[in-house]
């Protein structure tokens, strides 16, 4: 029901600018087809890391870089053995899930009865491993990943929204839509949120941690790797490019969506990327005296996302869609 | 010792440690005291050999180790003795460093040729300053959020600091950097080594005295729980803050130590890899003891150049892995620091502490009570699975010290 008002509430500000950007070609409406376009990528991101958070109330650092491996390997088989696009995808999503089951055993469960800080930390530091193999693997170049689909794109408001986009909003719907049902209907789904609030009390009724925690870290490179592979393609491939530009962002729209709210995720994802867009538009549009304001303050964008970030922190830590679970 | 003492609060290991006669009652003999006084002259003295006797170069790197200390330490005090995990200390060195350029540029008009102690003083005041009240600003968040969350908006403080404040061309200069002569007399780079190695003690001197002090106590007790500190009548807004601001005067310093370090002043220099790689240095220093921290910083500031030395490992790099030697470090630092948190909690302060502890004045042993078995944890190996106690109650309970960062749960409540 939540969820219902905050979309439509979500979509009725989208209208409420569309209009009365209507016909201005400096206007704002543009801003809003980049804002949702980007704001998907963040919530597809913001997906793995709630599935984490709901298991094992942690933030994965490392999600990000689950994204850019897979990225890499899906460029070391298609641009570099020359293998077919659907090829490298599978390796790519394959090889990501191994390391994600591999860094599940090798650092997350020896520190599983850890303060959750600790296991932050050895996230961070798994991603700059990471980030290091990048590097000594691939050198600081810029690479370039094909898009799934090559296509002429849509143009809405003067801004042409390429293929890879709507593949990439309909990937998220779906994957919100399918990872609910799985968190609220079947048994795994509430073994792990059973885990995650009270891993004595579960092991009591018989579920196993060590059962479960692989289960929830592979899952969430899974996410990842799906991420990374849809998000380079409209980007360039250079080390750690997911963790670099869609982390933060993409945590804020967790945050604001709740931290335990699938749907929150992307309502979040999309709002983070609106309010990012707007903020850029507006940088870029309004003066005081004469000169621009991003003249003033270099990267608005970044500042408003901290400043969104505290008020939901301090205002409402629970989010828009937060629940106990 | 009986069982009743598994239930007891043991003291973290940050605590002051006491120097009175143990409970073993064992005091060195003069001759011990000699050993002791000898051997760290020969460590302290071979350190300043070291820099006196090696090339430009090389006593610019150890500044640069020295400054790494530095921040270690800073980081240190959020981290260790705090317990809340700082990710965005790139934006206090940097503050810091911006402002002490931008003062003896543009207030003392200092050039290349002529810049006087007196105003790189001023500076180093000035930037300690500024750091303190940019980490205080964070500290007033902390009060309201914690811990995960905490961590994810210092996070976000740093981005915003590098690509935002740190790119205002009226403060920075743009892309051109902020020039920051070195004041007369330590234009060198083994003088201003000498200068760096100062600060350090001083840095040292007044964070040894603080643990010592009430304030530490405060500190350390919030650490292990706000509730309970609050119930000993601490103040726990006050304190928080406080020890905000003293990591943040740290960072100043060691932010103006690197501005006069690179004698110009870009904001490329504070990218937010950097500040991940210093949590991570502290973490393999080991948390809340300041002589593995700053081995530890000075060893990540150090071992990307010293690893280019042996000629022969550049070579065999080169030559099977086409790459540049250079890119292993990206590599090791993390490596490292995994296998610290998983392996060896503790860090090296742990794996140097029967040295550290013989040099205070105790036995050479691992353990600090004469091997009781007390609080102290064994720091033999644990492998992947951890073995769980028989009742089902987390081993961690009676070893504090052995936490990484205190009990500090999101603010989730």
């Known amino acids: 029901m939540r969820t219902a008002i905050v979309c439509a509430a979500i979509a009725a500000i989208c209208a409420l600018i569309l209009i009365l950007g209507a016909g201005d070609q400096t206007g704002p409406n543009a801003f809003v087809v980049i804002g949702i376009s980007q704001g998907a990528i963040y919530g597809l991101l913001a997906i793995g890391l709630v599935l984490v958070y709901k298991g094992a109330r942690v933030f994965n650092f490392a999600q990000g870089e689950f994204g850019t491996l897979a990225a890499f390997t899906l460029y070391l088989f298609n641009r570099q053995y020359g293998l077919p696009y659907w090829v490298g995808v599978i390796a790519a999503v394959v090889i990501t899930v191994l390391i994600g089951l591999a860094m599940e055993r090798v650092v997350v469960r020896p520190l599983l009865e850890k303060p959750r800080v600790t296991l932050l930390v050895a996230t961070i530091a798994f991603a700059l491993l990471a980030i290091g193999f990048e590097f000594v693997i691939f050198l600081p170049e810029l690479k370039n990943l094909e898009p799934i689909v090559h296509g002429q794109g849509i143009t809405i408001f003067t801004y042409i929204l390429d293929p890879q986009h709507l593949i990439i909003i309909g990937v998220l719907l779906a994957l919100a839509v399918i990872l609910g049902f799985f968190f609220s209907r079947t048994d795994l789904g509430l073994a792990i949120l059973g885990t995650s609030q009270d891993a004595f009390a579960t092991r009591v009724v018989g579920i196993g941690i060590d059962r479960i925690s692989p289960f929830i870290w592979g899952s969430a490179a899974f996410l990842g790797a799906i991420a990374g592979i849809l998000y380079v393609p409209t980007t360039n491939l250079v080390p750690g490019v997911v963790t670099l530009y869609v982390l933060i962002p993409a945590f804020t729209a967790a945050v604001l969506g709740g931290m335990t709210s699938l749907p929150g995720a992307f309502v979040g994802g999309v709002a983070v990327g609106l309010i990012q867009a707007l903020s850029q538009w507006a940088s870029g549009h309004y003066s005081i005296g004469d000169k621009l304001l991003q003249g003033y303050l270099p990267d608005i964008p970044d500042v408003v996302l901290l400043v969104a970030l505290l008020t939901i922190l301090l205002a409402r830590p629970q989010g828009l869609l937060g629940t106990e679970a | 010792m009986t069982d009743l003492d598994v239930t007891e609060p043991t003291p973290p290991v940050e605590a002051p440690v006491d120097d009175r006669p143990g409970p073993s009652g064992f005091s060195p003999s003069p001759q011990g005291w000699f050993a002791r006084v000898v051997v760290l002259i020969v460590i302290f003295g071979g350190v300043f050999w070291v820099t006196a006797s090696v090339k430009g170069f090389w006593a610019a790197r150890i500044s640069l180790a020295v400054i790494f200390a530095i921040i270690g330490l800073s980081l240190n005090v959020v981290l260790g003795y705090l317990g809340q995990l700082s990710l965005g200390h790139q934006a206090f060195v940097g503050i810091s460093a911006f402002v ?314």
């Open chain 2, 100 to 413: 002490a350029a931008f003062y003896v540029t543009k207030s003392a008009h200092c050039t290349t040729d002529s810049c006087s102690i007196g105003s790189f003083l001023i500076a180093v005041v000035i930037a300690a300053l500024a750091g303190a009240v940019a980490a205080g600003i964070l500290g007033l968040v902390a009060l309201r959020i914690r811990g995960l969350y905490l961590a994810l908006i210092t996070l976000a403080y740093g981005f915003v600091a590098e690509r935002s404040l740190f790119e205002i061309p009226a403060l920075t200069n743009g892309g051109a950097g902020q020039p920051a002569p070195r004041p007369d007399g330590f234009v060198g780079d083994h003088a201003f080594a000498y200068l760096c190695f100062i600060f350090l003690a001083i840095v040292l001197f007044i964070d040894w005295r603080l643990l010592r002090s009430k304030v530490g106590r405060a500190i350390l007790s919030i650490k292990q729980s706000d509730a309970v500190a609050a119930t000993y009548g601490i103040n726990v807004t006050a304190y928080k803050v406080l020890a905000f601001m003293m990591s943040g005067l740290f960072a100043g310093i060691a932010g103006a130590l690197f501005a006069f370090h690179e004698t110009n002043v870009v904001s490329n220099n504070f990218n937010f890899s950097n500040s991940l790689l210093w949590v991570l240095m502290v973490v393999v220093g080991g948390l809340g003891r300041r002589t593995g921290v700053v081995i530890g910083s000075a060893f990540f500031a150090l071992f990307p150049y010293l690893i280019t030395i042996y000629s022969g490992f550049n070579n065999f790099f080169k030559d099977t892995f086409h790459r540049d030697p250079n890119y292993i470090t990206l590599v090791i630092g993390p490596l490292l620091a995994v296998l610290t948190i998983i392996q060896f909690p503790g860090g090296i302060a742990e794996q140097i502490s029967p040295i550290t502890r013989w040099l205070s004045g105790k036995r050479f042993t691992k353990h600090p009570d004469g091997g009781h078995a007390t609080g102290e944890p064994k720091s033999g190996k644990r492998g992947l699975f951890k073995r769980r106690s028989q009742n089902g109650a987390e081993p961690e309970a009676a070893e504090p010290s052995k936490e990484l960062v205190g009990s500090t749960e999101g603010s989730d409540a």
